[in-house]
């Protein structure tokens, strides 16, 4: 059964929280944080840190030192990124490892993906541009990693629909969620249901996660 354990980690900002989802067999990991605006327990985390180590990834869910703290506001990227990297240097994960993040997290994680030696990188709802800006684009923190990406989005996100993102971007995989807001949650006369929602975004990772790995797990 997996097991989840809690440790914290210093920073140059303070204390993150790490809380580890670990597969009894890992067959990789992903290092994966929140955006701006939550914490470690937005759904859509929760959610895979529930069902990926089913499958054999461990899931280590970062809790940046502004939200330990209980400050509302997340520093410049700079220190984003600077909290980020001091969490990987301590965990010293072995084995594969894909960066992963929600929102202003995604942008952390493909900003670091190349230096960290990212085996693949994970964006959820991507903020593409501030909402109605959509001439102040982000797309080249995106572009510029060499790794594997994939890009889940909600068709309802303000920060950038699926159809905003360019076609054809290489190793890029952009997965779009019907109904979905940039929280990826769905509203309640969508018909679907936030449960299979949910699970199709899981279902989504895993299977781009055993493309990147080499295949599922027996």
Known sequence: MPSVTERFCATPQGPARVVSHRATKPRASLLLTHGAGGGIDAVDLGALAT???????????????????????????????????????????????????????ARVACRLGDPLGAAGVLALAFP????????????????EVACPRLVIQGE?????????????????????????????????????????????????????LDGVVGGPAE
């Open 156 to 208: 309802r996100d303000s920060f950038g629909g699926p159809g905003e993102f360019p076609t054809g971007m290489p190793d890029v995989t952009l997965v779009g969620v019907p109904f979905a807001d940039h929280s990826l949650k769905v509203p309640r006369r969508a018909p679907v249901s936030q449960e299979e929602t949910l699970d199709a975004v899981t279902s989504a990772v895993g299977t781009w």
């Open 51 to 105: 069902e990926l180590p089913r499958r054999g990834y461990t899931v280590h869910l970062l809790e940046m030192p502004w939200r330990v703290a209980g400050k509302k506001v997340a520093p410049r990227p700079a220190v984003l990124d600077e909290c980020f990297a001091a969490v990987h240097a301590t965990l010293k994960i072995r084995g594969p490892l894909v960066l992963a993040g929600r929102s202003a997290g």
């Open 128 to 143: 593409l541009h501030p909402p109605g800006r959509p001439e102040a684009s982000r797309l080249t923190e995106l572009q």
